[in-house]
């Protein structure tokens, strides 16, 4: 939207091209690997897979969602996949262990909370980096969760459990529900209320928001605790489609969910983006991976390549500021 | 040379009242931790493990001293680990099957050409360093997977190992290498144009680009300098251990980081030395000794690193040292 404002002419002479030289890069990398999928694997443009690589993404776009207002804060949260696996694992033992659901998705709620007030006190209130908080954060998360387990999986869950991933309801699968969900809350939350607001301030211009005489920190812790409750809410989801709850599940989610988020063209600096874009990016993402499988390249070239595409996706943006 | 001594001399008497406070407190936690393990544990203060923790804070100071120097201009490196997994790998592989040079220069060279992808991210990509470096994290750990394919080499020749593994008056190798590498980099980060550069860049990098200094090819230089110094760190890691897997880096960043910030070297740049990195690394060996001492599990390790970082900047913060730009 600002960079189109400080174009007003050239905007009105070729409209076309300025959106498509705007359009984040998941649009593009998604039209790609669709077009070159469909035609030269076959089993890429049918519903069954279509329906599979939806489901797979429901719990990155859920976590990538939290992730955006991160990221438009000018923050960042490493800690989001390690703390996902912290919640399955905590929700699950409360399951086996013979507690009901609800109270176990609270305390899964609770963890993530926890985890997203104290990344977001040291970050907002202390004035840490936000990368070695979150690293930090990343190690405990990690360690509570395998010393939880002794380092073996969750398992024997109750069958009720497998709906979170496995249910249908109005003929749409619960996890796509639950991204509808995630996405709806989230557009709401940042489009429709002044904590909306505050995000893209916060990351525009944080002191100008502090001269006002708005307690940023609060909005600014607010925002990590929203980034860390998503992900125990996708926890389920991740945990009934592993049938298990693992401790190191989520490493590397928080990953996958950065480059979501950059794809779908959100800067890193001054609260540039936007949560549609993160869908499209997830969808990118998710899309790669499968494509990636179905073409038969191993997941350990899959981690390069993905590294690969969140560089090679912020060095354009980098680009285009230089350019606009 | 005199004028060097006279501005150091000068610096200690007007020490500031922040970066006392980090001196204090590290040598504080340093004499409280040798003061608990010996009272803890009756086989703290034995010549075996005493060598056994310089050893290990000697590796961990090797990991650290590369990041110490980017953290320096204001940057980070979070690929360090994995750079230093994927050259572990390469090394390995050769040396084992005999190619002795060729396992040493492909360390090397892998290090440094991971540093240089990130230096050309970093300075002319003006890409944020955390996301380039986080980036390349995975490219790393993604090559070294596709080039061990799962498995695990063991079994290095003796006369490899002596860099890991030997003694020489009495004295670990790796101990000895890491003074070498204190003192060359001390003297690169005090008394040369790319130490000052490093120093000028983390400090104000405005001032720094307006006094006419090549920052793009003094940050490259940096960034190549961290991935070299990881290759050189794979080479001592694998005599040591005497086996190499694609696993090798993922547990290594964090300690890093905690190393570089328990040396109270400032995550904002400009401030801290490689003497202080020294200092951290054998305050965290001292740390992990303790807790292997004391029978703590080791999943706890991460959470324990973990900590560290997070008290470390945390109390420096509250203790009143400008380590972090409000």
């Given at each position: 939207m600002r960079e189109t404002a400080a174009h007003p002419q050239l905007v009105e002479r070729m409209p076309l091209l300025q959106a498509a030289l705007h359009a984040p890069g998941a649009f593009y990398l998604l039209a790609i690997m669709g077009a070159f999928l469909t035609l030269w694997?076959?089993?890429?443009?049918?519903a069954a897979n279509l329906t599979n690589v939806a489901l797979q993404v429901a719990v990155l776009t859920i976590v990538a969602l939290g992730m955006t207002l991160i990221i438009l804060t000018e923050g960042i949260d490493l800690s989001l996949g390690p703390v996902l696996g912290l919640c399955g694992v905590g929700a699950s033992l409360m399951i086996v262990a013979g507690y009901p659901l609800p109270l176990a998705i609270g305390a899964a709620v609770i963890i993530g909370a926890c985890f997203g007030l104290l990344n977001g006190t040291l970050i907002?209130?202390?004035?840490?980096p936000p990368f070695i908080v979150t690293l930090g954060s990343f190690g405990i998360a990690q360690s509570i969760a395998t010393v939880l387990t002794q380092g073996d999986s969750v398992v024997?869950?109750?069958?009720?459990?497998?709906w979170f991933n496995d249910g249908v309801f109005l003929a749409v699968p619960v996890p796509i529900w639950a991204t509808f969900a995630a996405f709806a809350a989230t557009w709401l939350l940042l489009y429709g209320t002044k904590f909306g607001r505050y995000v893209f301030a916060i990351g525009g211009n944080r002191q100008a928001l502090i001269l006002t005489g708005t307690r940023v920190e609060i909005y600014h812790i607010a925002v990590y605790v929203y980034g860390g409750v998503l992900a125990a809410l996708a926890s389920f989801i991740m945990t009934a489609r592993m049938n298990a709850a693992h401790?190191?599940?989520?490493?590397g989610l928080e990953f996958d969910a950065i480059a979501a988020v950059i794809l779908g063209?959100?800067?890193?600096?001054?609260g540039r983006g936007g949560i549609a874009g993160t869908v499209v990016g997830a969808l990118a993402v998710g899309v790669l991976r499968n494509g990636l499988n179905l073409v038969g390249v191993g997941t350990e070239w899959q981690v390069a390549i993905v590294g690969l595409v969140i560089i090679t996706a912020v060095a354009l943006d980098s680009l285009r500021r230089l350019n606009t | 040379m005199s004028v060097e001594a006279s501005q150091l001399a000068a610096r200690i008497g007007h020490l500031p009242s922040d970066r006392l406070f980090v001196i204090v407190s590290r040598l504080a936690a340093l004499a409280l931790l040798i003061a608990a393990l010996s009272i803890l544990s009756p086989?703290?203060?034995?010549w075996g493990n005493f060598i056994n923790v310089m050893r290990q804070a000697a590796l961990q100071f090797m990991m650290a001293a590369g990041l110490t120097i980017v953290v320096l201009t204001g940057g980070i490196d979070l690929a360090v680990g994995a750079i230093l997994g994927l050259a572990a790998c390469l090394s390995a592989s050769l040396i084992s099957q005999g190619y002795l040079v060729f396992g040493v220069v492909s360390a090397l060279l892998s290090g440094l050409a991971c540093g240089l992808a990130n230096g050309v991210l970093v300075?002319?990509?003006?890409?944020p360093a955390f996301i380039a470096t986080y980036g390349m994290l995975w490219i790393a750990h993604g090559l070294g997977y596709v080039f061990m394919k799962g498995e695990v080499i063991y079994g290095l020749p003796d006369g490899f190992r002596f860099i890991g593994a030997g003694f020489v008056w009495g004295i670990p190798v790796p101990v000895l290498i890491a003074v070498a590498l204190l003192v060359v980099l001390h003297v690169l980060l005090h008394a040369t144009v790319l130490g000052r550069a490093i120093y000028a860049i983390g400090g104000n990098p405005t001032a720094a680009r307006l006094s006419g200094m090549p920052i793009e090819r003094r940050l490259l230089a940096v960034y190549a300098l961290s991935g070299l110094l990881s290759g050189v760190a794979a080479l001592v890691v694998i005599a040591r251990i005497n086996a190499a897997d694609?696993?090798?880096?993922?547990?290594l960043l964090l300690p890093a980081i905690a190393a570089v910030c328990l040396g109270g070297t400032s995550l904002f740049g400009g401030v801290g030395g490689i003497a202080g990195t020294a200092i951290g690394s054998v305050i965290l060996a001292l740390i992990v000794n303790g807790l292997n001492l004391l029978g703590v599990?080791?999943?706890?390790q991460n959470a324990v690193m973990g900590a560290i970082i997070l008290v470390s900047v945390l109390a420096d913060q509250l203790g009143g040292a400008r380590l972090i730009r409000q």
């Amino acid at each position: 939207m600002r960079e189109t404002a400080a174009h007003p002419q050239l905007v009105e002479r070729m409209p076309l091209l300025q959106a498509a030289l705007h359009a984040p890069g998941a649009f593009y990398l998604l039209a790609i690997m669709g077009a070159f999928l469909t035609l030269w694997t076959p089993g890429f443009f049918t519903a069954a897979n279509l329906t599979n690589v939806a489901l797979q993404v429901a719990v990155l776009t859920i976590v990538a969602l939290g992730m955006t207002l991160i990221i438009l804060t000018e923050g960042i949260d490493l800690s989001l996949g390690p703390v996902l696996g912290l919640c399955g694992v905590g929700a699950s033992l409360m399951i086996v262990a013979g507690y009901p659901l609800p109270l176990a998705i609270g305390a899964a709620v609770i963890i993530g909370a926890c985890f997203g007030l104290l990344n977001g006190t040291l970050i907002a209130v202390v004035g840490m980096p936000p990368f070695i908080v979150t690293l930090g954060s990343f190690g405990i998360a990690q360690s509570i969760a395998t010393v939880l387990t002794q380092g073996d999986s969750v398992v024997n869950l109750p069958s009720y459990f497998r709906w979170f991933n496995d249910g249908v309801f109005l003929a749409v699968p619960v996890p796509i529900w639950a991204t509808f969900a995630a996405f709806a809350a989230t557009w709401l939350l940042l489009y429709g209320t002044k904590f909306g607001r505050y995000v893209f301030a916060i990351g525009g211009n944080r002191q100008a928001l502090i001269l006002t005489g708005t307690r940023v920190e609060i909005y600014h812790i607010a925002v990590y605790v929203y980034g860390g409750v998503l992900a125990a809410l996708a926890s389920f989801i991740m945990t009934a489609r592993m049938n298990a709850a693992h401790p190191t599940i989520g490493v590397g989610l928080e990953f996958d969910a950065i480059a979501a988020v950059i794809l779908g063209g959100t800067s890193f600096e001054k609260g540039r983006g936007g949560i549609a874009g993160t869908v499209v990016g997830a969808l990118a993402v998710g899309v790669l991976r499968n494509g990636l499988n179905l073409v038969g390249v191993g997941t350990e070239w899959q981690v390069a390549i993905v590294g690969l595409v969140i560089i090679t996706a912020v060095a354009l943006d980098s680009l285009r500021r230089l350019n606009t | 040379m005199s004028v060097e001594a006279s501005q150091l001399a000068a610096r200690i008497g007007h020490l500031p009242s922040d970066r006392l406070f980090v001196i204090v407190s590290r040598l504080a936690a340093l004499a409280l931790l040798i003061a608990a393990l010996s009272i803890l544990s009756p086989y703290f203060l034995t010549w075996g493990n005493f060598i056994n923790v310089m050893r290990q804070a000697a590796l961990q100071f090797m990991m650290a001293a590369g990041l110490t120097i980017v953290v320096l201009t204001g940057g980070i490196d979070l690929a360090v680990g994995a750079i230093l997994g994927l050259a572990a790998c390469l090394s390995a592989s050769l040396i084992s099957q005999g190619y002795l040079v060729f396992g040493v220069v492909s360390a090397l060279l892998s290090g440094l050409a991971c540093g240089l992808a990130n230096g050309v991210l970093v300075a002319y990509g003006r890409i944020p360093a955390f996301i380039a470096t986080y980036g390349m994290l995975w490219i790393a750990h993604g090559l070294g997977y596709v080039f061990m394919k799962g498995e695990v080499i063991y079994g290095l020749p003796d006369g490899f190992r002596f860099i890991g593994a030997g003694f020489v008056w009495g004295i670990p190798v790796p101990v000895l290498i890491a003074v070498a590498l204190l003192v060359v980099l001390h003297v690169l980060l005090h008394a040369t144009v790319l130490g000052r550069a490093i120093y000028a860049i983390g400090g104000n990098p405005t001032a720094a680009r307006l006094s006419g200094m090549p920052i793009e090819r003094r940050l490259l230089a940096v960034y190549a300098l961290s991935g070299l110094l990881s290759g050189v760190a794979a080479l001592v890691v694998i005599a040591r251990i005497n086996a190499a897997d694609s696993s090798l880096g993922e547990d290594l960043l964090l300690p890093a980081i905690a190393a570089v910030c328990l040396g109270g070297t400032s995550l904002f740049g400009g401030v801290g030395g490689i003497a202080g990195t020294a200092i951290g690394s054998v305050i965290l060996a001292l740390i992990v000794n303790g807790l292997n001492l004391l029978g703590v599990q080791t999943f706890w390790q991460n959470a324990v690193m973990g900590a560290i970082i997070l008290v470390s900047v945390l109390a420096d913060q509250l203790g009143g040292a400008r380590l972090i730009r409000q």
